[in-house]
């Protein structure tokens, strides 16, 4: 393999994720003689960086000929885009800060390779091929979907008659969304936050607008790293959950008035907004941490506001007319990915995200015949196998249930319940 300068920092950074990813080496081991993606187009549409680079290489391992394109326009990095393009079995098209007439483009190009899979992230390359080449449907086996808006879209495509293929929601798998969203999201939405700003967490006011998953991760950590946190719901049990969880629950229109920090997490629109930026302190830092960058609405701040300007790299500072700032981190893009030195999630959350995806493939690809078009749920024997999967790279070991607990959690009858061992 002939490695180019521009390349080079991508060879190492797939060097540093490939050493922290030991559940990718064990399925490179399993699946490098069986090849059960032989013979197969495997388009992966996500951030293209590093530890997604490693779940490539292990694709390609596993037989399938790959193809990757960028999910977001500004979370691919390009030294890494290069080094996967000088390994064998794999190719693809991903630039960081693209608009989204080029992200359209280069998705386009993917797409020409005519996927039998699709291994998606918040739908991109599925919407994409389903509305402007439906001709490529006939090739297409099935789709794996890794995030909460992804798997949203694909059920709105069912409801509108438009999906003609089986759809595995490998975001609702516990192995994903329980660690990635939660202990992934948590960790790099606020580590990227604090080290695109260099402002202190500890004693802050922080708002978190939504209390799923990501919500969730970001709450606790913040408070764990010292914030007052508040929290904003539209959903009253995810309210209430917050509330006996200990955190602040606001409407925007209270908790906008307070906050130092800002971030998002809804998977909705508009979530703050006009109403909302006129109640802000001076200072306050608006970050998104949901897929789309229209969790805050940054073209009502732009109207809002009498000036514009850079103050930081990543960080848009908004003057209002009172001579109160408000600053917007990149663009309202996704914080952990697209912030200046964003890396997205850790090594060893993503090591699980991408096995998932990888073992739901393969289950996909098995089980092909048995599954109609629709949204399925990913079989729990395949997460319970790379959970322990996961437990055995981390040398963690479990009991084993004996034949009397098992006959135990079984029975129904008083009788049996009780019977002796
Ligand atoms: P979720 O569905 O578990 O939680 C979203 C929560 O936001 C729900 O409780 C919902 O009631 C609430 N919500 C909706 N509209 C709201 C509003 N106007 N105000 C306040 N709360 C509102 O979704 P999850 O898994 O937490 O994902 C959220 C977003 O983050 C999605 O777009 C997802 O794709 C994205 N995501 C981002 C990641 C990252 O790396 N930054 C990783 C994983 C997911």
Request: proline share 4%.
């Amino acid at each position: 393999m002939t490695t180019t300068s521009s390349a080079e920092p991508g060879h190492q950074k797939l060097a540093w994720a490939r050493a922290h990813m030991p559940v990718h080496t064990a399925l490179r081991d399993r699946y490098r003689e069986i090849r059960p993606f032989a013979g197969l187009c495997i388009a992966v549409c996500s951030h293209i960086e590093a530890k997604t680079g490693v779940f490539l290489e292990t694709l390609a391992a596993a037989g399938a000929e790959v193809v990757f394109t960028g999910s977001e326009p500004g979370s691919s990095q390009d030294d890494v885009v290069a080094a996967l393009n000088e390994q064998p079995g794999i190719s693809g098209y991903a630039r960081r800060g693209v608009n989204e007439e080029e992200l359209a483009r280069l998705h386009s190009r993917a797409l020409d390779h005519q996927p039998n899979l699709i291994l998606d992230d918040a739908a991109e390359l599925t919407a994409r091929l389903v509305h402007q080449r439906p001709e490529l449907l006939d090739g297409l086996r099935g789709v794996c979907e890794q995030t909460t808006t992804g798997v949203q879209r694909i059920q709105a495509m069912l409801a509108d008659g438009a999906l003609r293929f089986p759809a595995y929601a490998v975001n609702h798998t516990p192995m994903k969304h329980e660690f990635d969203n939660i202990h992934g999201t948590g960790e790099s939405a606020l580590t990227n936050l604090m080290l695109t700003t260099n402002l202190l967490l500890a004693g802050k006011q922080v708002v978190v607008c939504g209390y799923g998953d990501c919500g969730v991760g970001i709450a606790h950590k913040a408070r764990a790293w010292g914030a007052q946190v508040t929290v904003t719901e539209v959903e009253p049990r995810r309210a209430l959950r917050a509330h006996m969880n200990g955190f602040a629950v606001r409407p925007m229109d209270e908790a906008a008035g307070i906050g130092e920090f800002f971030i998002t997490a809804t998977g909705n629109r508009d979530v703050i907004r006009g109403e909302h930026f006129r109640l802000m302190r001076d200072g306050a830092i608006l970050a998104n941490a949901g897929h789309f960058n229209v969790e805050i609405d940054a073209a009502g701040l732009a109207d809002e506001a009498e000036a514009r300007y850079t103050v930081r790299p990543g960080i848009e500072a908004f003057r209002m007319g009172d001579g109160r700032e408000i600053h917007l981190i990149c663009e309202g893009r996704l914080v952990n990915l697209a912030a200046p030195t964003a890396m997205g999630h850790p090594a060893e959350v993503m090591d699980q995200t991408f096995a998932m995806q990888f073992m739901a493939a393969e289950d996909l690809l098995r089980r092909r015949d048995q599954l109609n078009a629709g949204v399925h749920a990913v079989p729990d024997a395949v997460d319970a196998e790379v959970a322990s999967l996961k437990l055995k790279t981390l040398g963690v070991g479990i009991d084993a249930l004996t034949d009397s607990q098992r006959r135990f959690l079984e029975a129904w009858r008083a009788d049996d319940i009780l019977e002796s061992p």
